[in-house]
T-cell receptor, first 111, second 114 residues
Framework: GEDVEQSLFLSVREGDSSVINCTYT??????LYWYKQEPGAGLQLLTY?????DMKQDQRLTVLLNKKDKHLSLRIADTQTGDSAIYFC???????????FGSGTRLLVRP | EAGVVQSPRYKIIEKKQPVAFWCNPI?????LYWYRQNLGQGPELLIR????????DSQLPKDRFSAERLKGVDSTLKIQPAELGDSAVYLC????????????FGPGTRLTVL
């Protein structure tokens, strides 16, 4: 079955690192994505990782993938107040356009 | 370059009334998606278009929902009649024509059914 799960809420202090976790169930997933949604806005793609990779780094963002455990994480270094938003992980397969989204993790960055 | 444009941004209607949402995708994007995002949830796909053809409408409640994409550019999503449970944000996204192409999302239309 298709199911993507995330913790609901994360609060960190400005300047600290944030780690947002996600688990998925579909072992045939080819791509895994992280999207950011700010209030009143649509989703913005932050980064993605192919399922044959275990890590991807993009400036302050680090994505770790444990394919055996079907666990995906997003680490944001030096978290800023502007990073406060809802973060969604999503899985997709190269044969399908369909993305399966998690319920989102609300990140609150305290000054 | 303009992003995905949606209107209206907000809509409040009484149950049993009809409602329509409009989407203008990014120029050159032949794939268009309509998603529904319930409060506290991630988006769920309702329908996907390739040009003017609806190629995946398996999640669209066809008894009350309809969509069209005339000329393969703009699209409208309609609900008739609306029910209380239809309150949600309706997101439109577009992408270039490959499965893993990035989907660009519009800001959505927040529908409240009273």
């Amino acid at each position: 079955g298709e199911d993507v799960e995330q913790s609901l809420f994360l609060s960190v202090r400005e300047g600290d690192s944030s780690v947002i976790n996600c688990t998925y169930t579909d072992s045939s997933s080819t791509y895994l994505y992280w999207y950011k949604q700010e209030p009143g806005a649509g989703l913005q793609l932050l980064t993605y990782i192919f399922s044959n990779m275990d890590m991807k780094q993009d400036q302050r963002l680090t994505v770790l993938l444990n394919k055996k455990d079907k666990h995906l994480s997003l680490r944001i270094a030096d978290t800023q107040t502007g990073d406060s938003a809802i973060y969604f992980c999503a899985e997709g397969r190269d044969s399908s356009y369909k993305l399966i989204f998690g319920s989102g993790t609300r990140l609150l960055v305290r000054p | 370059e303009a992003g995905v444009v949606q209107s209206p941004r907000y809509k409040i209607i009484e149950k049993k009334q009809p409602v329509a949402f409009w989407c203008n995708p990014i120029s050159g994007h032949n794939t268009l998606y309509w998603y529904r995002q319930n409060l506290g949830q991630g988006p769920e796909l309702l329908i996907r278009y390739e040009n003017e053809e609806a190629v995946d409408d398996s999640q669209l409640p066809k008894d009350r929902f309809s969509a069209e994409r005339l000329k393969g550019v703009d699209s409208t999503l309609k609900i008739q009649p609306a029910e209380l449970g239809d309150s949600a944000v309706y997101l439109c996204a577009s992408s270039q024509g490959t499965p893993m192409a990035e989907q660009f999302f519009g800001p959505g239309t927040r529908l409240t059914v009273l």
